[in-house]
Every structure is written in C-alpha cells, then in structure tokens.
C-alpha cells in the first residue's frame, strides 16, 4: 500500500549547512499495517512523512502509494490518498467554520467538483453518526464554530476527518504530543480503535515510546536518516522500552539521546 525505495533527501547540499536527512530509506506498509516510528531528534521522522505526503520531494528514490508512483504528484493533487493528523490541535480544522462545514469539506477532498454540495440533510445525518463513535457528544455541536472545541476535541475531529474518507495512507504526526496526559489519553484510545475498525494503513510518529510500544503491529526506529530497527509483528507484542534502547545502544555504540522522548 506504501514504498519507498532508496529515498534520500539531503537539505542545503553541498553547503557548510548540509543535512542528510534521509539516507536510503526502503520501507513497506502492507494493506492494514499500523507502523510507528520512534527517533532521536534530527532522526528524520517529519522529513519521512513530509516526503510521503508530497510537502517535500525526494532527491532520489520512489515513493508509491497504493500501487502507483506518486513522486510527480504535488501535496494537494495526493490528498485524496492521504490522511494527515498534525501535532497541532489548530493544524488540522478550519477554526472559524462549523463542525458540519468542516465534515464536509473533508468529505469532499476526494469527490468530482460537481458532487461536492456542502452540507445536505443527508451528509448532515451521516456526519452525525460519524461523531456519535468519537463519545465527546459533538454530534449535538454541529453548528458549533471548531475554535470554540478544546484541543482534544478538535484533535478527535481533526482524527475523524482525517479517516471517514478511508485513505490509503494515514499519516499521525505526534498527533497527541500537545495534548495534556488525560486529552492525550482520549486521542490514543480513539486512534487504536479507529485504525482497528477501519483498518487503514497507518504510519505514526511519536516521541512517546511506550506509546510506541501499545500501538500498532509494527515499529519502525529512526536515527540519522536511517531505518535502524524494524520490529516486526511477531515480536512486537514482546517489546519494552529497556529492550528499544538496549537495541539503539547496540546497534549504533552510544545511548539514546533525545531531549523530547517520552520514555515512561
Ligand atoms: N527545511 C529544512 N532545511 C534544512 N534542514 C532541515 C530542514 N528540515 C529538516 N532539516 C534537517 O534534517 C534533519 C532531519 O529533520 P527532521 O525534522 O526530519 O527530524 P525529526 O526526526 O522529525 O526530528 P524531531 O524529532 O526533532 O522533530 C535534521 O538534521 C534537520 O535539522
């Protein structure tokens, strides 16, 4: 569902400023993986996902999604493929709209211009149903601006609006790092079961690692630009924080430094 073959992105090239961001990164998502991705900082992570959802190019390499090269394909012209949830709560929503504008908007990323009629009675209806399985009772708040939503709330929405179109690909960006433990909490329970039940192809950053650890079949570790560590879904039932980074110190002869991870 998505591959990246030999992916490399190097930012200033050939400057004092040179970054190799990504380095020969190769990585498969099949149908239905949840794959989260843990790094140090610089590690790659939002470059990864940028090159995914065509924010940035790769220098060199492919990106496929769901079949089919997308490496000409600018970010708008690749948003039907991809849902994207970011760190910030704001990100993701149109403040001064309602609820249901905002729905619909999203409803109609990947329908013909000619379909996309706003808010109907039908839509209406069905966006209701949608926010019932969130629990926050927003189905009730439709005509509700979103700025008015605390930041969990619009995280769930930003979450919702981010899948009910069933994408190939769903991108989770530290997508609860902004969130207080409890609002943090919520959007991680929402996230497990949205997946589980729609069964879409997820790659989440996070800084979290045993969030890492609980969510997901796969887990991928970064570090320099590198794909370090691929755990598979055989043994990522029987992973714990100490074994990651037991795991990093092995393979790259110094401890884990990252002055934003969540270790516990
Ligand atoms: N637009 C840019 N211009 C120059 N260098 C960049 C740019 N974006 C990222 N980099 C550099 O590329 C490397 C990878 O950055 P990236 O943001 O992908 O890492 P990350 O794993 O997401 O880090 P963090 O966990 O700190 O957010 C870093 O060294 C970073 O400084």
């Known amino acids: 569902m998505l591959k990246l073959n030999r ?38 992570k939002s470059t990864l996902m940028n090159i995914i959802s065509g924010v940035l190019f790769p220098d060199e390499g492919r990106v496929e999604i769901g079949g089919s090269v997308v490496n000409q ?46 808010v109907t009675k039908a839509r ?7 926010l019932e399985t ?16 605390s930041g969990g709330e619009r995280q769930a929405l930003s979450l919702l609006m981010a899948t009910f179109t069933q994408p190939k690909v ?21 996230t497990k079961r949205i997946v589980a039940d729609s069964g879409l192809t997820t790659l989440m950053v996070t800084h979290n690692m045993q969030q890492a650890i609980d969510l997901g079949n796969r887990l991928i570790m970064m570090d320099k630009g590198m794909i370090i ?3 598979p879904p055989e043994q990522k039932g029987s ?11 092995r393979l790259r002869g110094e401890k884990f430094a990252s002055d934003r991870a969540v270790l516990g």
């Open 239 to 249: 992973l714990t924080i100490e074994r990651l980074l037991k795991e990093f110190e």
């Open 7 to 44: 992916v490399n992105k190097i930012f200033n090239e050939g400057t004092a400023d040179e970054k190799i961001a990504l380095e020969d990164v190769n990585l498969e998502l099949k149908q239905g993986d949840f794959v989260t991705i843990i790094g140090s900082n610089g590690a790659g």
């Open 73 to 118: 394909l600018k970010e708008h012209q690749r948003a039907p493929l991809i849902g994207r949830v970011f760190q910030d709560p704001m990100a993701g929503t149109a403040p001064t709209m309602t609820i249901e504008e905002n729905l619909a908007m999203a409803y109609s990323r990947n329908r013909p211009r000619k379909l996309r009629k706003g």
């Open 229 to 231: 560590l691929d755990v």
């Open 170 to 190: 769903l991108l989770l960006d530290e997508h609860t790092a902004a969130l207080d433990p409890a609002r943090a909490s919520l959007i991680t329970q929402l």
């Open 134 to 149: 969130l629990h926050l009772g927003l189905e009730n708040r439709l005509t509700a601006k979103v700025g008015l939503l």
């Open 124 to 130: 209406r209806d069905m966006f209701q149903e949608y």
